[in-house]
Nanobody, 113 residues
Framework: QVRLVETGGGLAQPGGSLRLSCAAS????????MIWYRQAPGKAREPVAT???????IYADSVKDRFTISRDNATNTMYLQMHSLRPDDTAFYYC???????WGQGTQVTVSS
């Protein structure tokens, strides 16, 4: 059974950093295309960063050069390292597997002074 559990959200100041984790079970993260999405209040859910099955990464323009997606085979976890956070990064962040269409429960990121 596939399960995704996001952790690492919280409150950060503008310019600060957070690292989100997506612990996976039921499949191997290194063999799947996975995506970090986010949804801000009143807005549609949008893709933030993708790591493809072959390791290629894709970023939304709004987070390019600030966010880094990665995965750890040893812990079967996907990460999103976020730097230079801005108030408009405030959102619920979700991880998603393309194969099977599985979502985690999400983790809240709030960027505010």
């Amino acid at each position: 059974q596939v399960r995704l559990v996001e952790t690492g959200g919280g409150l950060a100041q503008p310019g600060g950093s957070l690292r989100l984790s997506c612990a996976a079970s039921g499949f191997t993260v290194s063999t799947e295309t996975m995506i970090w999405y986010r949804q801000a209040p009143g807005k549609a859910r949008e893709p933030v960063a993708t790591v493809m099955y072959n390791g290629r990464t894709i970023y939304a323009d709004s987070v390019k050069d600030r966010f880094t997606i990665s995965r750890d085979n040893a812990t079967n976890t996907m990460y999103l390292q976020m730097h230079s956070l801005r108030p408009d990064d405030t959102a619920f962040y979700y991880c998603y597997t393309v194969v099977g269409g599985h979502w985690g429960q999400g983790t809240q990121v709030t960027v505010s002074s």
